[in-house]
Nanobody
Framework: QVQLVESGGGLVQPGGSLRLSCAAS????????MGWYRQVPGNERELVAT???????NYAESVKGRFTISRDSAKNTVYLQMNSLKPEDTAAYYC????????????WGQGTQVTVSS
């Protein structure tokens, strides 16, 4: 099992930056895939960025060039650096961890709100 604790959300003006953190309860190298998703009320949860245990990174087209996913294995933490934020980035952001043993298990954090507004 994996517990995920997110932090770093808040209110920021358009063009500003925020960094989200996701602390995992076990070594992130034992987790196949970690990532960030976001959700606006009434919409489906959408992928923002993912990183595999081997370091392969994937971004949604809408955030490429603005967001950066990274990790600190010593802290079992994954980060999402968000720059040049736009009002349409406003959403609840969720950390996700995928573990595969006999089957796939998905774990989610509690979510952190990001609001981009002037």
């Amino acid at each position: 099992q994996v517990q995920l604790v997110e932090s770093g959300g808040g209110l920021v003006q358009p063009g500003g930056s925020l960094r989200l953190s996701c602390a995992a309860s076990r070594s992130i190298f034992s987790i196949l895939l970690m990532g960030w998703y976001r959700q606006v009320p009434g919409n489906e949860r959408e992928l923002v960025a993912t990183i595999t245990s081997g370091g392969t990174i994937n971004y949604a087209e809408s955030v490429k060039g603005r967001f950066t996913i990274s990790r600190d294995s010593a802290k079992n933490t994954v980060y999402l650096q968000m720059n040049s934020l736009k009002p349409e980035d406003t959403a609840a952001y969720y950390c996700n961890a995928v573990v595969v043993s006999t089957k796939r298990y998905d774990y989610w954090g509690q979510g952190t709100q990001v609001t981009v507004s002037s």
